[in-house]
Every structure is written in structure tokens, then in C-alpha cells.
């Protein structure tokens, strides 16, 4: 019994050592497959496009009137305030033109007064003496019809009577047509007045064209360019100076349709000029253009400063901007490369380890990069998710692990893959 007892024993031991060597070589025999560890990390997605400086308002400024140009006040690069002279044309002719249009508005203006109180006194002169005038030959024609006709006078004198009423009513009539063309709203005064305001329209053209033979700044402005020299002679329509307005800086760029779906208003972004790549500085999405340029497939996207532009800025200067157009603070990502077959409907397939075996896992997809995408169902933290090509679902494999490529912008994190992003060229 006891010589059985041990038999069964060393078999039993035999048996177990067996299924561990069996055990051992299947699990040694497994493939090494990289592999991550899911867990919660910030999810940045970025947009990366090209943009130059372009201030909102650029403007040529022309000669209105053909002169010669006597002095240039500005340099290129000069910072100008609104009204400041800038070029100054000949203009003695102009003067003396000016000088005539007052003279004959002063003209004019002496005429009117003359009207409004000597010219009113002489008429009402006038009136009185042929009211008096014609009160005296009323007064005769009655005296003289009396005569008549007790037969003292002739028919003849009445006649001449008669007569002296009627010149003497026809010049009270003028008298008084004269008084009421001197008075405010006589004709005489009306004439007068409306020469005065000729004089004085020919008095504001003359002024107005010897102001345009001064060019002033329309408003604070930088002068980009210097067209013309001191004794040249201009003609209107030609540019004499270029001048980029002092309105807010604006960044303008191109952003291939692909991407307009991530863009909208109010997005921040980190701008770094080519020339200054160390020295960022932050703007905003402004604007983004209605219309798409068929040729280049892009849109305009303008974007604002909310602090005052750096110092090195120049007027089309080239810049590279960075749009944060998503983020997620704890976001459970996933590389690109976890997934089986590119991702549809916001979701996608990836291969995960469980107990060493292989397990195919459908999962919903969030906010996505062109490098990973943000797993919203389907998985948890903890899961190891296998990368690449991996054994088919129901085989065994062992995990590689890796530093995780899905936390972009997680400073400090140690995660080697922080650059999953939605890039473009210039």
C-alpha cells in the first residue's frame, strides 16, 4: 500500500510539473504586441496654419488737382496723426483765386447791405413824395370839375387834371413796386442774396481746391511708402503715398476646408513669428471667411490681438498659428494606431488583452485628431489596448507596454506621444 501510495504521488507531481512546462512554453510562445495603458490624460487638439500681418486698412493717397510738388513732410516708416500735413503742392495760383472769389463776395455783400438800408429808405421816400403827389392832383381834379361845371373853366382844363391824377397814381404804384423789391422779401433783395451765395460757393471752391494742394493723413496711420519727390509734378490718380492705417493689428491666413468644421469664433490660438520663433504671443479667431477659394480649396480666417501686437511685428510679416480648436481635461484617448481599420461614425474597433488573450472591443469616439481620438464607450481605465498588427480575437498574446500617445499638451506628463494634432501646411 505504502509503495502505491508513493507511485501515485511521483505521478501526481509528474502531472503538475507537465501542465506548468506546458503552461510555461505556451505563455513564452505568446507574441510581445506594444501595447498601452489606458488612463485619464488632457486631450489637446490644434490646428496649424500659416497667417501673415495685414493691418485692416491700407490706403494710397493722391493729388486731386495737377501741381507741382514743392516739399515731401514724411519719411517711410514714419508714425503720422490724423490731419498732419504730409505733401505740399504749389498753390500761389490757387491763393490768388481765393483772393478774387472773396473780393466778389464782399461785392456782393455791400450790394445786399445797400439794399437792406439806404436802398429801403430811398423807396419809402419815394412812396411818401408820390402819395403826397397824387393827393395834390385829387384834390386840383375835384376843384377843377367844380369849375367845370359852373362854366368858369374849359373842358380842356379838366382834361389836364384828369391827367396829372393818373401820372401821379402810376408813380405811387412804381414808388411802391420799389419798396416792396428792397424789402425782405422783395425781388431786388432775393436777387441780391442769391448773388451772394454764388460769391461765396465760388469762395468755398477756391478754398477748397487750395486745400487740396496740402495732403493731410485721414487718420493715424504708419507710411509703408514714399512715392514722389519735391519738384515733381503730379496729376490726380496717382498714388503719392502708401499709408497702413493704426486700426487694430489683424493675422490673416488660410486654412485648408478640410479643417472648417474645428474652427469657430472666439477659438485662442498661439502665434510665432518666423523670424522670432521664441517669442509667442496669444490671439483669438475673429473672423472666418463665407466663401471658399475654389482654387486653393481654403478659407480666410482673420484673427484679433487682445493685447497690444509685440514690438517686431511688421506689415506682412509671416507667422505660424496654432488654433486649440478642442480639449478635453481627462479624456481616456487613444492613438491612431490602436484602432482596426480606420474609425467610421465616430466609431471604431480596437484589439484589447484580457487574462492574456486577445479580445476584439468596438468603442464610440469623441473628440477626434488626425493622430488618436477620444474613447467615450467601450473601455475603461485599466484596459491594456494592444497597437498595430496584432494576433487575431481568441489567440494569446503578451503586452509591450509603452509610455501612452494620447495626452497632447499634458506638460510635465512624460508622455512620449504629446503631439497628437490636426496639422496642415503652409
Not at 419815394?126 to 368858369?152: E, H, K, N
Not at 494606431?337 to 472591443?361: I, T
Request: net charge positive; no cysteine; aromatic share 2%.
Amino acid at each position: 500500500m505504502r509503495a502505491m501510495s508513493r507511485r501515485l504521488m511521483l505521478a501526481l507531481l509528474m502531472g503538475l510539473a507537465a501542465l506548468a512546462g506546458a503552461a510555461w512554453w505556451w505563455t513564452a510562445r505568446a507574441p510581445l504586441v506594444p501595447a498601452v495603458v489606458l488612463q485619464p490624460a488632457l486631450l489637446v487638439r490644434s490646428l496649424l496654419f500659416a497667417a501673415r500681418v495685414a493691418a485692416p486698412q491700407r490706403v494710397e493717397l493722391g493729388a486731386t488737382v495737377t501741381g507741382r510738388v514743392v516739399a515731401v513732410l514724411v519719411a517711410e516708416g514714419a508714425t503720422v496723426r490724423a490731419g498732419q500735413p504730409l505733401v505740399q503742392l504749389e498753390d500761389g495760383e490757387l491763393r490768388a483765386a481765393l483772393a478774387q472769389a472773396r473780393a466778389s463776395a464782399a461785392q456782393a455783400d455791400a450790394r445786399l447791405a445797400g439794399l437792406r438800408s439806404t436802398g429801403r429808405s430811398a423807396a419809402q421816400a419815394s412812396v411818401a413824395q408820390t402819395d403826397s403827389t397824387l393827393l395834390a392832383a385829387q384834390a386840383d381834379l375835384r376843384r377843377t370839375q367844380d369849375l367845370v361845371a359852373q362854366g368858369f373853366l374849359s373842358q380842356a382844363r379838366l382834361d389836364d387834371a384828369q391827367r396829372a391824377v393818373a401820372v401821379a397814381q402810376a408813380q405811387l404804384a412804381g414808388a411802391s413796386a420799389q419798396r416792396a423789391a428792397v424789402a425782405d422779401q422783395g425781388t431786388e433783395v432775393a436777387q441780391a442774396q442769391a448773388q451772394l451765395a454764388l460769391a461765396q460757393a465760388a469762395v468755398d471752391a477756391a478754398a477748397a481746391r487750395l486745400a487740396q494742394a496740402r495732403l493731410l493723413a485721414p487718420a493715424d496711420a504708419r507710411v509703408l511708402q514714399r512715392l514722389v519727390e519735391p519738384g515733381q509734378i503730379v496729376q490726380p490718380g496717382r498714388a503719392l503715398l502708401a499709408l497702413a492705417l493704426q486700426d487694430p493689428v489683424q493675422l490673416v491666413g488660410q486654412v485648408d476646408e478640410r479643417y472648417l468644421g474645428q474652427l469657430q469664433a472666439g477659438q485662442t490660438a498661439s502665434v510665432a513669428a518666423d523670424a522670432y520663433p521664441d517669442q509667442r504671443f496669444a490671439a483669438r479667431v475673429a473672423t472666418i471667411a463665407p466663401l471658399v477659394d475654389t482654387q486653393r480649396g481654403a478659407v480666410e480666417v482673420k484673427l484679433s490681438l487682445p493685447q497690444a501686437p509685440p514690438a517686431f511685428l511688421r506689415e506682412d510679416m509671416t507667422l505660424s498659428i496654432q488654433v486649440e480648436t478642442g480639449r478635453r481635461d481627462q479624456a481616456l484617448a487613444l492613438p491612431s494606431a490602436a484602432f482596426v481599420g480606420a474609425p467610421a461614425d465616430n466609431s471604431a474597433v480596437v484589439h484589447v488583452l484580457r487574462d492574456g488573450q486577445v479580445q476584439a472591443q468596438r468603442v464610440r469616439l469623441g473628440l477626434r485628431t488626425l493622430d488618436g481620438a477620444e474613447v467615450l464607450e467601450g473601455l475603461t481605465a485599466g484596459d491594456v489596448v494592444l497597437l498595430g498588427s496584432s494576433p487575431a480575437p481568441g489567440r494569446r498574446a503578451r503586452a509591450e507596454l509603452r509610455a501612452s500617445t494620447a495626452a497632447p499638451g499634458a506638460k510635465g506628463s512624460g508622455d512620449a506621444g504629446a503631439a497628437i494634432s490636426s496639422t496642415m501646411g503652409r
